[in-house]
């Protein structure tokens, strides 16, 4: 493989594209399946707000309304066996829900932690549970999943949070390392702070801030050049790679620099 060869086997034409985004009913799940639906693919659309869906699809012919709770894996494999019986197959399973709160270590809580977890991990691993059988028996699609760059490394106020997103960064290279060979596609999707109302709680100025419809364009032009790891916005994420590399003690003291706590 070429140097600078895409990781990813290139998706089909959108039109020609049947997609199926979980976590659609708001924020950038329902942007990028909007703008799936906008570039012609056919879109089945899912989570647990079934009035909420309908509105993102807005009577599209090609969109599929399939409410569930993707923590849930067998209404994940009733929705899957529905989509790929009225379609017959899927091209690319996109992973987009998750939760956020803020903790830092003197709030930690069992429950709260086990909240996080069971919606940011456990909910993308038991729907990969249920799709990669199918997706390995068609031979062809692939499966993204949203993660954040909160995974890179600790940040305060993410106790939880940013475990659960270097887990789901861990899970997905490993898919890659599995799936690549079987001619799958696997896209892990790392974005900065996106303006949904996952992030309208916190009370902080967030840098590098875009709306959800620029994250939905970065998602589907990462899908298009084949990226394994998409990961926007540039000049936010370009900063928090470069801090990756640093030593510990480097490392302590620009996080403590940049967000002063
Ligand atoms: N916004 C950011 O700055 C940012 C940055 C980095 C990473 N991310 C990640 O990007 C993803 C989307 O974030 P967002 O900001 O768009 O969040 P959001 O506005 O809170 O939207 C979350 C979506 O996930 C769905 N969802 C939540 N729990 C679900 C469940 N149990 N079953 C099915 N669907 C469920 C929600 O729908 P229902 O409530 O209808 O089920 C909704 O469609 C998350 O994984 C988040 O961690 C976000």
């Known amino acids: 493989m070429g140097l600078f060869a895409p990781l990813n086997p290139p998706p089909p034409p ?3 594209a049947r997609v199926w985004v979980i976590g659609a009913s708001y924020g950038i799940g329902a942007a990028t ?3 799936l639906l906008a570039a012609g693919a056919r879109v089945a659309l899912s989570a647990r707000s079934a009035d909420k869906l309908r509105g993102v699809a807005d009577n599209d ?10 923590t849930k894996g067998a209404e994940v494999a009733t929705a899957w066996g529905r989509i790929r019986t009225e379609w017959g197959g899927c091209d690319l399973v996109l992973i987009v829900a998750g939760t956020h709160k803020e903790i830092r270590a003197w709030e ?3 429950a709260d932690a086990d909240a996080l977890l069971e919606v940011n991990l456990n909910g993308p691993i038991a729907t990969a549970a249920a799709v990669l059988p199918g997706l390995l028996a068609q031979g062809h699609g692939g499966i993204g999943i949203v993660s954040s760059v909160a995974g890179y490394r600790g940040l305060p106020k993410a106790l939880i949070y940013g475990a659960s997103k270097a887990a789901l960064i861990n899970f997905t290279e490993t898919l890659y390392l599995d799936l690549h060979p079987k001619g799958l596609a696997v896209y892990l999707i790392n974005p900065g702070f996106v303006s949904t109302p996952l992030t309208a709680r916190n009370k902080f100025t967030m840098p590098h801030l875009i709306s959800a419809e620029e994250a939905a364009r970065e998602i589907v032009a990462g899908i298009e050049r084949g990226d394994f790891e998409i990961h926007f916005p ?5 900063q928090l790679k470069f801090l990756q590399l640093l030593p510990y003690r480097q490392y302590f003291a620009a996080v403590r620099k940049a967000t002063g706590l």
């Open 234 to 238: 540039r000049a936010f994420t370009r």
């Open 33 to 35: 399946a909007r703008s």
């Open 61 to 70: 012919p090609r969109a599929l309304i399939a409410p569930l709770d993707f």
């Open 14 to 16: 959108w039109p020609q």
């Open 108 to 110: 930690l809580t069992e």
